[in-house]
């Protein structure tokens, strides 16, 4: 299954459950950088693999927000997903809680 395709699931699930947008975080329930594979959701939602960021997927857009350290590498993972990269630090570029609001 594509990244397009299990975002395409996720939005059926929400529009089931009136869901307006999803937080799929980096950590564990133990607030850890480095997880198990069990808990690698954004990477399976995504496709990013660096240790750090946050993805939100809403129905009409999916955004990845990351440091510094990983701008070039979720550029070239999240290419032809459709999910945006949002560069954390950057001028205008808001943060999660922001869009959120916002959006």
């Known amino acids: 299954m594509t990244v397009k395709e299990r975002i395409t699931a996720l939005r059926e699930v929400m529009a089931e459950k009136k869901i307006d947008a999803y937080l799929v975080p980096t950590d564990d329930f133990h607030a850890s950088e480095y997880v198990g594979e069990y808990f690698k959701c954004r990477k399976y939602i995504t496709g990013f693999t660096g240790s750090a960021g946050r993805a939100v997927?809403?129905?009409?857009?999916?955004?990845?927000?990351?440091?510094?350290?990983?701008?070039?590498?979720?550029?070239?993972?999240?290419?032809?997903?459709?999910?945006?990269?949002?560069?954390?630090?950057?001028p205008d570029v808001p943060t999660v809680h922001q869009f959120l609001e916002e959006n």
């Open 57 to 90: 997927i809403m129905q009409d857009m999916a955004g990845l927000w990351t440091d510094g350290r990983y701008f070039i590498q979720a550029a070239a993972q999240l290419e032809g997903t459709g999910v945006e990269l949002f560069k954390m630090g950057e």
